[in-house]
Each structure stands twice: as C-alpha cells, then as structure tokens.
C-alpha cells in the first residue's frame, strides 16, 4: 500500500517560516490530488491546503497569502511553505492524498508545528 512520509515540523517563533514535506512511497495515482490537513487539540480536522495533479492550488482563508503548496510528480512529494506563521497555526499538520480530499485514499502520521514566542 501506499505511504506517505511527513517531515518538517517543528519549534518556530511568531512571523517565522517552516517548510514540510510529504513523501509517498511509490506511485501514488495520477489522478490524485495531494493535500494538507491541521488539527488542534479539541478542533476538527480541516483541509488548508491542496493541489492537482494539473498543478493548480487551493487554500483555506486562514491560511491563504501565507502558505504555498506545491508538487514534484517526479519524487512523489508535496511541500507545504508556511511563511508568517502565527500562534493559531499551532496543529498538528498532515498529508493526504486521494481522488477527493474530502475524503484521501491515504494519510500521513502527522507533523508538529507549533508557534509560539
């Protein structure tokens, strides 16, 4: 089966940036389309982040201007630049990829981000 590795979280201060990454092991579908879930304690798990196979992009309002997702189809991994984080973006952020988002085939186990001062 499919997995999808995380790396790239971490310690950042207010204003500071982090990049994560998400390998998948093997091919994953061409079709699919690669994403990025957070959850905080107590919160739902929401999608703040996803591209297409065609390589168009899509954001939450929250995080919309401050975060880039982008692909490389060559190496199987989605990245996830965070720039001007902000204490709310505290979650634990993870990778998905599938058909629909709303519904990913597979997930990642999970990245820490935590932003504080």
């Known amino acids: 089966q499919v997995q999808l590795v995380e790396s790239g979280g971490g310690l950042v201060q207010p204003g500071g940036s982090l990049r994560l990454s998400c390998v998948a092991s093997?091919?994953?579908?061409?079709?699919?389309?690669m994403g990025w879930y957070r959850q905080a304690p107590g919160k739902q798990r929401d999608l703040v982040a996803q591209?297409?196979?065609?390589?168009?992009?899509s954001y939450a309002d929250s995080v919309r201007g401050r975060f880039t997702i982008s692909r490389d189809m060559t190496k199987n991994t989605a990245y996830l630049q965070m720039n001007s984080l902000k204490p709310e973006d505290t979650a634990v952020y993870y990778c998905a990829a599938g058909f629909r988002l709303s519904d990913p085939n597979y997930w990642g186990q999970g990245t820490q981000v935590t932003v504080s001062s």
């Open positions: 591209i297409a196979p065609g390589g168009s992009a």
């Open positions: 093997g091919n994953i579908h061409r079709f699919y389309s």
